[in-house]
Structure formats: C-alpha cells, structure tokens
Nanobody, 123 residues
C-alpha cells in the first residue's frame, strides 16, 4: 500500500500564497502519477493538477493554470503544489492522490488518497 500525508494548508488573504506538500511512503514513489484535487462543502471533488512519473508532463485545471504549479521530488518521495495569487474560490480541502492510470483528471482512477489539508482564502 501507499500512504499519503498532506501538509501546508492554512488561512491566507486573497492574493497570497501557500505551498502544499504530500509525503508518500510504502511503495516506490516514482512508479505513480500524482495528482491534486480539492473539495468544498457540498461540491464534488474536482481536479486541480497532475504530474507524470518523471515530471516531464504536467496538467492543470483551467481555473488554476498560471497560478498553481505542481512539482515532485522522487528522491524525497514528495509532491508539491505551489499556489500563488489565491482567490476566495480556491478555498477547499486539498487532497493528493496516487494512480497508475493515464486518466489523471478523474478521481475514481486514483488508488490512494491522503487525509486532506484545509485551505481557506479570505477577501
């Protein structure tokens, strides 16, 4: 199994920045494609960003492209989400996931999930 633990969430004013981390253990980290999703109360879990095995390919939701950056450090078994120019509508619980599927934008293709970290953006 793979265990994932997110950290780095918090409270920030609009226009500010946060960097989320997702630490993995239990399997070879580089064997998995990694993604970030978010979920606000009463809403579906939505795709935010994903990254390939070697970080040669990245994918972003239109709502965050140009503001968020996903990266990974396989030596440290960690994936990151740098979030800049944050908006109130970015407020949600952010989850990282691991998958062997090429369909990285759909949550049901992910085999493992972290517990989530809360991001709250105030205006």
């Amino acid at each position: 199994q793979v265990q994932l633990v997110e950290s780095g969430g918090g409270f920030v004013q609009a226009g500010g920045s946060l960097r989320l981390s997702c630490a993995a253990s239990g399997r070879t980290f580089s064997n998995y494609r990694m993604g970030w999703f978010r979920q606000a109360p009463g809403k579906e879990r939505e795709f935010v960003a994903a990254i390939s095995f070697s970080a040669s390919n990245t994918y972003y939701a239109d709502s965050v492209k140009g503001r968020f950056t996903i990266s990974r450090d396989n030596a440290k078994n960690t994936v990151y989400l740098q979030m800049n120019s944050l908006k109130p509508e970015d407020s949600a619980v952010y989850y990282c996931g691991a998958t062997n599927s090429r369909r990285v934008t759909v949550p049901y293709e992910y085999d493992y999930w972290g517990q989530g970290t809360q991001v709250t953006v105030s205006s």
